[in-house]
């Protein structure tokens, strides 16, 4: 979104601290003085000074709340300074970053210019994410209409307890404990149609996640039908030796990493080596946290 025009005076320092503070409570549903200083390195005066300013510029957005100590977004809450759309926010969240970057094309940082494949976007509409987000940071449930490739009657609601966000480089999804099947799952984010966080507490907790806080160690190699000089090639693009490529993964993620390098994950190795280039050295350790991904 365009800045207004009535603040375009603002300094960018002062516009990127604005920025965090809409972001910040639009999505987490809460920002404090404490996170606007903590993410800028600030004092607590400066942040309460950034706090009070935004209130001048956008006095319906923010209501503070003697419970939180901090500022919620209004019902009437409406961005300024920054494009709140999943698209521009979840990659930034990937990379902790305080404040939306812009792109300036004529003034390259690093005197290159960089591209990324133009895959299809999959993610929920803005409002949908925010109650995610805010379910997960403050620890509650989330009640959520999902469409599901499965069978499941998807006009159903279901009760989710949600802890983490995981981007596979193809879409995003939310690790989260799942009243109905009892046990920790993955949801896909362009999938959830609704959602509403209620003011139940979360029972679960992340440290309850055996798939999620145990790591194992994945053991790849170049598939047995590339040639000798392909197999080296790969070792190289690897920077691996002994014709293993070896590195921990969360359990949980075990099939994304394997779907994402293009795995051959048949017993037999039977897939074309050309576009399925590696395979599973331990396969008998890994498949039974990863059971879809194999053939």
Not at 16 to 34: D, K
């Amino acid at each position: 979104m365009a800045v207004d025009q009535s603040v375009n005076g603002i300094k960018r320092a002062t516009q990127q601290r604005l920025q965090y503070i809409e972001l910040m409570a639009y999505y987490t549903g809460v920002v404090t003085r404490s996170d606007v200083a903590k993410a800028f390195g600030i004092s607590d005066a400066a942040a309460t000074k950034d706090l009070k300013f935004y209130g001048q510029i956008a006095p319906d957005n923010l209501l503070y709340k003697h419970n939180v100590f901090g500022f919620v977004p209004s019902k009437q809450f409406s961005e300024i300074f920054t494009d709140l759309e999943p698209r521009h926010v979840l990659p930034m969240m990937a990379a902790n970053l305080p404040f939306l970057g812009e792109r300036v094309e004529q003034n390259l940082l690093y005197g290159i210019h960089t591209e990324q494949l133009p895959l299809p976007q999959r993610l929920p509409a803005k409002e949908i994410l925010a109650q995610i987000i805010r379910a997960s940071k403050q620890k509650t449930k989330l009640r959520i209409i999902y469409s599901s490739l499965s069978d499941r009657d998807n006009s159903a609601a279901r009760i989710i307890e949600p802890h983490s966000l995981i981007n596979t480089g193809l879409r995003w999804h939310v690790r989260a404990y799942c009243e109905d099947s009892f046990d920790f799952r993955d949801f896909v984010l362009s999938r959830v149609q609704e959602a509403q966080q209620l003011s139940d507490a979360a029972e679960s907790n992340p440290e309850y996640d055996d798939d999620w806080m145990e790591l194992i160690n994945l053991q790849l190699s170049p598939h047995p039908q590339l040639s000798d000089k392909k197999r080296k090639i790969l070792m190289t693009d690897y920077a691996a030796s002994n014709d293993v490529i070896e590195f921990t993964v969360r359990r949980a993620l075990l099939g994304y990493v394997l779907q994402r390098l293009s795995v051959d994950t048949t017993e037999d190795h039977s897939l074309n080596p050309n576009a399925y280039q590696l395979v599973v050295m331990n396969r008998e350790e890994i498949e039974p946290f990863a059971g879809w991904a194999f053939l």
